[in-house]
């Protein structure tokens, strides 16, 4: 009897772990000890920082706040990088980033037709957080970009791509090449091309696992206005894929969309429960993360509209609703847009050990020049 009972019970843990392994899916979620801040330093022409946290409300900068790579090495195309978002790779060997390739102060010497113009997005990988080798997608050489040129074409003519925005990435398992393997990497972003559409719209395109080769963009979702900065996650709550999206126009704030699969269809922005708390201020750049062993969320955004900007923390239910207790982000300098990554112990000492040498080298370095 006792030998058919614990059968019966491994039988039964092993069921729940191979559901449980099944029903995973996003991105791969490992580290319980803290919290990495991946984002855009508001100074200048920006660049990519980072800041660590035992939980996930306190951080403080890594290299004094300064970039965590060379962004001219990195962003091919404006020696810029915005709006990071960083994840794991979906086995757990290594790293993946995003970032919006983006220099706004060089739109004169660019001969942008507007300021706020971009043109591509840079797609990196890491084996340690530290060191990065990147690819940048020029979308204005339009077709050479991607590994299905043969496939049908969002525009007629890429050369007048004037937006490519905010990327993100989600791990697709479900997804299948020509070629029959299963499993890519979600990539979503605003794009707008002046010439051919009225607003940016959410678009999406498929990396594979070398994260070197990208699908032709295809439309995520029209609402008929402009959208920008999506933040996607799965909710083991409700089943269901989560979006929180910046609407332009309407009314300000953070809204919440839903979707059984990655690619939609994806319903209308709920507007009874939304980020509201900076009243007619502006916000943007969502990012989302879930607190390790809580059912709560913690939703990053920015508030644009105050001098100095406002880097806002609020919470979240396990549904990702009620918002509530909306608080300022404490002891990053000027952050901005970014994402957030859960960290092991190890990983945890070896950024801080990488900041402390890198601080002690400036130290050393700006008492050489006095003397």
């Known amino acids: 009897m006792k030998r058919l ?12 772990v191979v559901v449980t392994a099944q029903s995973a899916r ?31 409300f306190h951080y403080h900068d890594l290299l ?22 960083l994840c794991r790779k979906h086995d757990g060997s290594g790293y993946l980033m995003v ?48 590994c299905d040129p043969e496939s049908p074409s969002v525009y007629k003519d890429w050369s007048t791509v004037n937006r490519v925005w905010a990327p993100q990435i ?22 707008w091309n002046r010439a051919e559409e009225a607003y940016d719209r959410m678009y999406y395109s498929y990396a594979d696992e070398s994260f070197t080769q990208l699908t032709q963009p295809r439309l995520l979702f029209d609402w008929g206005y402009a959208t920008i900065d999506a933040d996607i996650n799965w909710l083991d709550s409700d089943q269901q894929w989560h979006m929180m999206i910046k609407k332009e126009g309407g009314k300000p704030g953070l809204f919440t969309a839903t979707a ?6 994806w319903g209308e922005p709920i507007e009874d429960d939304y980020v509201n708390f900076e009243g007619n201020k502006k916000c943007e750049g969502v990012s989302a993360f879930q607190l390790a062993g809580h059912d709560d969320w913690v939703i990053g955004y920015i508030e644009y509209s105050s001098r100095p900007r406002n880097y806002r923390l609020c919470l979240a239910d396990k549904y990702m609703r009620n918002f509530r207790e909306p608080r300022n982000i ?29 601080e002690l080298a400036t130290k050393w370095l700006r008492k050489k020049h006095e003397e």
């Open 330 to 358: 404490e002891g990053v300098s000027r952050p901005q847009h970014g994402s957030f990554l859960r960290i092991t112990k190890e990983e945890y000492d070896r950024l801080q050990s990488w900041s402390d040498g890198y």
């Open 5 to 16: 009972f614990y059968c019966l019970t491994l039988a039964g843990l092993m069921y729940s």
């Open 26 to 56: 996003g991105n791969f979620q490992k580290g319980d000890y803290g919290y990495l801040y991946c984002h855009m330093n508001d100074r200048g022409r920006a660049w990519t920082a980072y800041a660590l946290s035992r939980d996930g």
């Open 99 to 146: 970032c919006t390739d983006m220099n706004v102060g060089r739109f004169k010497d660019l001969k942008k037709q507007a300021e706020w113009d971009n043109y591509g997005i840079d797609l990196l990988v890491s084996d340690d957080l530290i060191h990065w080798q990147s690819k940048t997608f020029d979308y204005r050489k339009g077709l050479e970009n991607f």
């Open 170 to 191: 989600m791990w697709d398992a479900d997804y299948q090449w020509p070629d029959g393997r299963k499993g890519g990497y979600f990539i979503y972003y605003s794009m």
């Open 260 to 265: 059984k699969e990655l690619t939609g269809p």
């Open 64 to 85: 004094n706040g300064d970039s965590i790579f060379s962004d001219y090495e990195v962003a091919k195309i404006e020696g810029a990088t915005r709006d990071a978002y």
